[in-house]
C-alpha cells in the first residue's frame, strides 16, 4: 500500500515539474522568489514570495490591500521552490486552488507591512489554509528558511540576480577595508 501512495506521489510531482516553464512564468504548485532591490543585495536571502495555482498563476501580495496576479512585484521570479500536491490536507488541485484563493482574497483586504504582514504571510496563510503537510503553523520566518534551503535558481541568471548584487558589494566592503587597514 505504501508503494502505491509513494508511486502516486512521485507521479503527481514529475508531473507537475514537466510543467514549469519558466520562459512562460509558469510554476505550477510552487513558492516563487525574487530579490527586491537593495533589501537582498544588504540580506539575499530576503526577498519577494509568491504562491501559484495549479496551472502556475503566481499570486502575490504587492501592497497595500492588492495581491497581484502574474506580475510579480519585484519582478519575474528567480527562484523556486515546487510543493508536493499530494500533501495538501484535502488533496488534490481543488484545496490547493482553493487555498490560496481565499488567502489571496483576505490579503485584498489587509494592509502591507514589510515586518510583520507581508507577501512571506500572505504565502504561510495560503500554506496553514490548505493544512500543507498537515500543519497550520506555516509563517514567514519558517517560509523564508525553507525557501533558502528547497528553492532552486529558474537558470543561472536568476542566480546572478539573485547573488551578485551582494557579492559585488562584499568586494568593495572588503577592499575599502583592507585599504583602511593597509594605511
Known sequence: MADVVEKDTMKNYHIASEKINPEAGRYP??????????????LPF??????C???GVIRDFAGPYFVSEDNMAFGRPTKYWMLDVSKVYASGSNAWDTAV????E??????????????????????????????TSWNMVKLCLLALIHGKHVSCAGFLKT????????????TVALALNLR
Open 29 to 42: 504548485y510552487c513558492i516563487v522568489w525574487t530579490p527586491i532591490p537593495v533589501l537582498s543585495w544588504l
Open 46 to 51: 530576503i526577498g519577494h514570495m509568491g504562491i
Open 53 to 55: 495555482t495549479s496551472t
Open 101 to 104: 484563493h481565499d488567502a489571496s
Open 106 to 135: 483576505e490579503y485584498k483586504h489587509r494592509m502591507h507591512n514589510l515586518c510583520c504582514d507581508n507577501c512571506h504571510s500572505h504565502v504561510a496563510m495560503a500554506l496553514n489554509l490548505m493544512r500543507y503537510e498537515n500543519s
Open 163 to 174: 547573488w551578485l548584487p551582494f557579492l559585488m558589494l562584499m568586494g568593495i566592503i572588503l
